[in-house]
């Protein structure tokens, strides 16, 4: 068989970019989220007039249709600087395992658990969703029930 009828591999465009996955849920941010969602917009737009590489420029647009997205259904929430009960934006001291740890409950992009900020949708944030200080609840982690006790809670500025 001739090579004029065959097609070289080299010849196939790349396969496109897949786009990121938009969570279904309210997108629920904090003032200091709405900011990090600008900044993403800002860098990523940037980024795409500075690349010449194709490839590079199709996945940082497929990024920043993502944050526009994002920013496009964001609900900025202010939290109460003084709240009775867990809720999105309060940072929480709470008890676990017996060691202490501070926590902000923050939205999904903005959660970084490093640092003690976790998703409102995360499954330890609506555990704690509602409650008090002094309150314990009863958190099922790897199939077994563990307690947590809410220590404090405060605004999250």
């Known amino acids: 068989m001739s090579r004029a009828f065959t097609k070289e591999i080299d010849d196939a465009p790349p396969p496109p970019v897949p786009e990121r996955p938009v969570s279904a849920t309210r997108n629920l941010v904090t003032a200091n989220g709405a900011r990090q969602i ?5 860098a990523l ?12 420029r199709a996945a940082v647009k497929r990024d920043l249709r993502y944050w526009e997205t994002r920013r496009a259904n964001m609900e900025i929430l202010e939290p109460s600087p003084d709240p009775a ?3 999105f934006g309060t940072r929480v001291s709470i008890k676990r395992a017996g060691a202490v740890r501070d ?10 658990p490093s640092t003690g900020a976790i998703a409102w949708t995360s499954p330890l944030a609506r555990a704690l969703e509602g409650a008090a200080p002094g309150d314990t609840i009863e958190f099922e982690v790897a199939g077994r029930e563990e307690e947590i006790v809410v220590l ?3 605004g999250a500025g």
């Open 103 to 112: 926590i902000r409950i923050v939205g999904e992009d903005e959660a970084d």
């Open 85 to 87: 009960s867990v809720r």
């Open 45 to 56: 737009t940037q980024q795409t007039t500075a690349t010449s590489d194709s490839d590079v």
């Open 152 to 154: 404090s809670i405060h």
């Open 38 to 42: 600008e900044q993403m917009i800002a």
